[in-house]
């Protein structure tokens, strides 16, 4: 059976390049169950991939140009020459920037890709730090590499994508959000080493749901801090000697505290014990131990409100609101880059409804603003839909 994004993408597909699609592709958002700001630090993350995601319908075509049509964006058009280097989007078109980075960074491993006309149509929630930019770029790299009769691995086509973000679209991030995207299993979440890119799949325990929810906080000043804490963490590692914040541990990072400010120390502090985190979180989800799961989030969103200074007080809020209303195991956090967007929480399926009420009772009053819920699934990476 077709999706919804599906059966859009292939009207508008048949509106606009007059024939039906030869082929439809997908892939998916995703949300970071614990490990945040790790992965550039070469640390680990445990996210899983998520059922709302980016559709592309496409056919081939006989000539060198990308021509791309996006439905979220009243059908607007974007073309690009498959030439190197790639030319930027027209103005109005910035979405099409993280496909035309995605198609530079596959060509420039070498690959010949061919002319193709493509319909994108997605429904992560934009803007709400659930990667809806990572799936666009995993989405396109792979609808443009199958229909040129290249085979490229997921984590290949996850490096095209951050290459995309980075060195196109100008966003300096890591690793994980297109690594998940590519590689996600339905059920399962995935523990994944940013420095060697090894992946473990841990199989989500039955009975458990995640609940996605939007503080509609808006995100602002997202670049600028994100940098700013990257920088933070790349002088911390460097005053202790090490390659990245993945070598150190908390006894090399006491040693050096009088060499460092505060707010270093505090960053530093973030990412050394999120790291140890993420790994406890693997063994506790493998282990189906909600309970523990459950402490892990809630230490970890402290250190990123206190250590890592990244949420905001309306989100603080809600995550208090979601954590009062858990019965009696699971837990809850903020999840992405932070700033805004949203908060994750792993909790028993009959905890759903209360949590519910909770939400929509209280977070208006404390916030100003109203949240959306999300109940999520885990789901599989990018694929080729038949
Ligand atoms: C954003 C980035 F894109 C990721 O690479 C990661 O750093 C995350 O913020 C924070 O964990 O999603």
């Not at 009769?149 to 490096?159: F, K, N, R």
């Not at 250190?303 to 699971?330: K, Y």
């Not at 880059?337 to 994750?344: A, P």
Request: aromatic letters at 4%.
């Amino acid at each position: 059976m077709k999706t919804d994004l599906q059966v859009l993408t292939s009207q508008t597909f048949q509106e606009q390049f007059g024939s039906a699609p030869k082929q439809f592709y997908w892939a998916p958002g995703r949300v970071n169950l614990i490990g945040e700001h790790t992965d550039y630090n070469d640390g680990f993350v445990l996210p899983c991939a998520i059922n709302y995601g980016t559709v592309i319908a496409a056919s081939p075509r006989d000539d060198n140009k990308v021509v791309v049509v996006a439905c979220d964006y009243e059908n607007a058009r974007s073309q690009f020459e498959l030439t190197l280097p790639v030319a930027k989007a027209e103005e109005g078109n910035f979405w099409c920037n993280y496909i035309r980075g995605t198609a530079q960074a596959l060509m420039q491993k070498g690959h010949q890709l061919k002319g193709a006309n493509l319909v994108v149509s997605g429904n992560v929630p934009q803007g709400a730090g659930l990667s809806s930019s990572a799936a666009l770029e995993v989405v396109s790299g792979l609808a443009l590499s199958h229909l040129s009769g290249i085979e490229i691995s997921p984590a290949d086509l996850a490096l095209a994508g951050q290459s995309s973000e980075n060195d196109f679209v100008g966003s300096n991030t890591g690793i994980m959000d297109q690594m998940i995207s590519a590689c996600g299993k339905e059920n399962h979440a995935m523990l994944l080493d940013c420095r060697s890119l090894d992946t473990m799949l841990i199989s989500m325990p039955a009975g458990v749901a995640v609940v996605i929810i939007n503080s509609n906080v808006q995100r602002g000043l997202v670049d600028s801090e994100y940098n700013t804490r990257r920088k933070q963490c790349e002088s911390a590692a460097a005053i202790m000697g090490v390659q990245a914040l993945r070598d150190a541990d908390m006894s090399l990072l006491e040693e050096h505290k009088d060499n460092m400010d505060s707010t270093t120390y505090r960053r530093a502090r973030h990412v050394i014990t999120e790291n140890i985190r993420t790994m406890a979180a693997s063994e506790a989800l493998s282990a189906s131990d909600l309970a523990q799961m459950g402490e892990l989030m809630a230490q970890s969103h402290i250190s990123m409100r206190d250590d890592f200074e990244i949420t905001h007080p309306a989100i603080d809020a809600l995550v208090e609101i979601v954590d009062s209303a858990i019965t009696t195991e699971g837990g809850v956090r903020m999840t992405g880059g932070g700033f805004g967007g949203c908060i994750v929480a792993l909790v028993p399926e009959q905890d759903v409804p209360a949590i519910r009420k909770a939400v929509e009772k209280e977070y208006e009053k404390r916030s100003g603003l109203k949240a959306d819920i999300h109940i999520c699934k885990a789901t599989s990476g990018a694929t080729v839909l038949s």
